[in-house]
């Protein structure tokens, strides 16, 4: 797509009128746009709407735009994790829990794809049943997907160990019946996700390594979106910018509470 038409893209997309239902910051809507965008000038493979708390009402009229300027779209039931290791506990145990992630699954509705090339609609899949992650497809570094999969795990892993430590947990019916009941388990702090807001232009958390390079992949990525942002509409990357000092001013009153 030329610029000319990534313009009138993200036009679009910026003139939508939807219910936010209370659930996304300016950022979070900014950064879908230049994601689309983005998927519009072969510069991501894939953009992902409405994983996590996402508004309903957005995902609908960004699939209405996205069609419109020749976009595919596809939907598909949220991304189940993926994990590239199998915990360290009872097998049982993690089958019961991928089963219940399943039928949770059918409960919570659907995600859209936006995508440019038919030929990804496999992998688009496979990333959506957890059989692979989705480094591929959204185009994010296979590193920080790894590192925030492997954080999935070892929190998976604590709950285990918190269940047997805190609860006297020993077979697989105490460990279900533990689950089912929420019960409250410590997270030892090397095990808690540690979320780095270091690049404001993408929307993966980048890996440890990634977070201290300015070179890195996901640096290198952060420094493409804002490129891209600034080429196709300064206003839109004034904007961009506006909305992450107040993204961050938000965080930071709220660490003070
Ligand atoms: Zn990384």
């Known amino acids: 797509m030329k610029d000319a038409a990534l313009r009138s893209l993200l036009r679009d997309l910026q003139d939508l009128q939807f219910d936010r239902e209370g659930k996304e910051s300016d950022l979070e809507i900014l950064l879908d746009y230049l994601e689309i965008v983005a998927v519009a000038a072969r510069e991501k493979p894939s953009h992902l709407q409405g ?28 991304v189940i994790p993926h994990f590239h290791r199998a915990p360290h506990y009872d097998a049982r145990f993690f089958d019961w829990e991928r089963e219940l992630e399943r039928q949770a699954r059918t409960r919570e509705g659907q995600v859209l794809w936006v995508y440019r090339d038919a030929d990804l609609e496999p992998a688009i899949r496979a990333a959506a049943e957890g059989e692979t992650d989705v480094a591929d497809v959204l185009g994010y570094p296979a590193c920080c997907v790894r590192e925030y999969n492997e954080t999935g795990i070892r929190i998976s892993e604590a709950l285990f160990r918190g269940y047997q430590t805190e609860y006297g947990a020993k077979d697989l019916d105490d460990f279900i019946r533990l689950a089912k009941e929420h019960a409250k388990v410590t997270i030892p702090p090397a095990d808690r996700p540690r979320v780095r807001h270091v690049f404001p232009y993408v929307q993966f958390s980048p890996c440890r390594d990634c977070a201290e390079s300015s070179t890195s992949p996901a640096a290198e990525l952060n420094w493409a979106m804002k490129r891209l942002a600034t080429r196709v509409s300064p206003a839109f990357q004034r904007a961009l910018e506006k909305a992450v000092k107040a993204e961050i001013a938000f965080r930071k009153q709220q660490s003070r509470r």
Request: hydrophobic letters at 45%; a positive charge.
């Open 51 to 78: 994983q996590g708390m996402r508004s309903r009402s957005l995902l609908q009229a960004i699939q209405r735009v996205a069609e419109a300027h020749g976009l595919l779209v596809m939907q598909t039931g949220v």
